[in-house]
């Protein structure tokens, strides 16, 4: 364990400023981002402390070398499913509402704030750790946010939003999918959830009161972790072109558990046919994966299936010869060596995807997902499914389309991984967070 992870200030010897770094540690998706980025602002020279009310992946950002000054456990009030809503896709709006009730938002606030003060913090870099919107904003400290670029309201009203499929139901579907969009566009840029716990405890500390939710997560300055061609948006006066740092993706670095491919995967993937790779992160959903694993084994084609931690290695199913079963894997390596790519719909795994240049079929757990699966599927370059309405025969028609028609998905995902940027989004971030504290100097 890191030396300095327990105590509740950090000893820093040089005279630059600190930023501090609140990431939802209960979520990858949400943590590599600050990871990476904290890493290359100290590669140019930063000092960066990690504050953390606790979650599965704060080994994460020790492993990366950065100090710990551990809180207490935001979602210690709900369920065990709760805290694993990231990954579940499901009662994620439910869990918010137990997670952020007016007394663990206060206490919360009251924790951080002494937190700040005690180590000096001139800037608050958050992802997803809501109760930093009140907090920093009450010690008189900037706070930059980092989300991802289908969560803001430019790409609400850009038109690009669809109707979650995980609400449809037997009577919506009559109703036109232009209507539903209309209806969930205007709804995610008027949305009021968590607004009145949250001014219950802003009012106290004279923080400007909360309009909406888009309120909460946005901050002084927002990251957005996505590129503008992909998204399909233009910048504007409170999403300044600069703030598009671009995307941020994993790689080998953060899972001590990824290796190189080994003999046997790199000869599963040179028999003769085609090659899938299906691979559903950290926010999969377990019978989902088996259900795919059951339908690709009754194929010709090679598959190699990555179960991460949706399965122990001793519940690794039995099936046909055509399924090589893998624990963990770089994704942006395997995808070399496919022809096709099986997933969901998180952020960083899209964009690898849109890196790789390989079609992919997309099957979201939520929203968020869903939005990024569609910013894919308008390139051309990739076919979304349903997680509440999945088929078997809908699954297999889908990959013998693409395959049908590969050269016209592998035109599109090439075209699409040149046109995106070069220089990692952490980069760009970090070069952003000096420019940012030379404006409060």
Known sequence: MHKNKMK??????????IIGFLPCFYSMGETIPLIKIAKSYKDLGGRVIFFSHRGEYEHLAEEAGCDIIQLNDILENISKEG????KQGTGVVKNWKKAYTPKIIKK??????RAFTKNNIRLVVSSFNLTTSISARAADIPIVTVVSGVTIPPYYESGYITFPVNYEYLFTKIFPSKIKNRLIQWILLHNKMLVRAFNKIAKKYNVPLYKNFNDIILGDHTFVCDDLTFLGINPSKEFPRENFIGPIVGGKTFDKKKIDMDLDLTAHLKKPGKSIVLIMGSTGARPLFLEIVEVLSQTKYNVIAVYTNLLNKNEVPKTGDNIFFKDFVALDEILKKVDLAITHGG????YDIAYSGKPAICIPMFMEHQGNVDNLVRQGSAVRLSKKF?????LLQSIDNIFSNYDIYLKNAQQLSKSLQKESGEKKAAKRLFKIMELYQ
């Open 83 to 86: 805290k694993h809503m990231f």
């Open 108 to 113: 919360a606030v009251e924790e951080e704030i």
């Open 8 to 17: 509740d200030t950090i000893r820093q010897d040089s005279e630059k400023p």
């Open 390 to 394: 999945f088929k078997k025969e809908i």
């Open 347 to 350: 952020r960083g795994t899209i």
